[in-house]
C-alpha cells in the first residue's frame, strides 16, 4: 500500500510517471518563453538536482515535501532556492 505526506496529488504522480516527465518538459518550455523568468546554467541545474536527490525530503523523485514543487522546474528558476529554512541545500543564483 502506498503511503503519502502530501493531501492530494502524490498518488497520481506516482501512477502518471511517463507522463509527468512529458508535463515537466512542457512547463520548462513555456516557462523558457517567458523573458522575464530567468535559469540557471546546465551545470547550476545539475548541481541543484543532485542536492535534491540526496534529500530526505524528495518524494517519489520528482516532489520537493517542503514546497511542494516539481523540484525539476524549481531548479531551473535562477531567483529560487532550496525552501529550507536552515541548512538549504542550495541558494537562488546571482
Ligand atoms: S528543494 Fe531543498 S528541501 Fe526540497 S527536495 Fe530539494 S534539497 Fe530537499
Known amino acids: 500500500m502506498f503511503e503519502s505526506k502530501c493531501k492530494s496529488c502524490l498518488e497520481s504522480v506516482k501512477t502518471k510517471r511517463h507522463v509527468l516527465k512529458d508535463e515537466i518538459n512542457d512547463a520548462i518550455d513555456k516557462l523558457s518563453k517567458n523573458k522575464n523568468i530567468k535559469f540557471v546554467s546546465d551545470e547550476v541545474y545539475e548541481h541543484r538536482l543532485l542536492q535534491c536527490r540526496e534529500c530526505k525530503y ?25 525552501p529550507l529554512s536552515k541548512h538549504k541545500r542550495w541558494n537562488p543564483a546571482k
Do not use: H, N, W, Y
Request: with cysteine; glycine share 12%.
Open 58 to 82: 524528495l518524494e517519489l523523485g520528482t516532489t520537493c515535501m517542503q514546497c511542494g514543487c516539481f523540484v525539476e522546474i524549481r531548479a531551473k528558476l535562477r531567483d529560487l532556492g532550496c
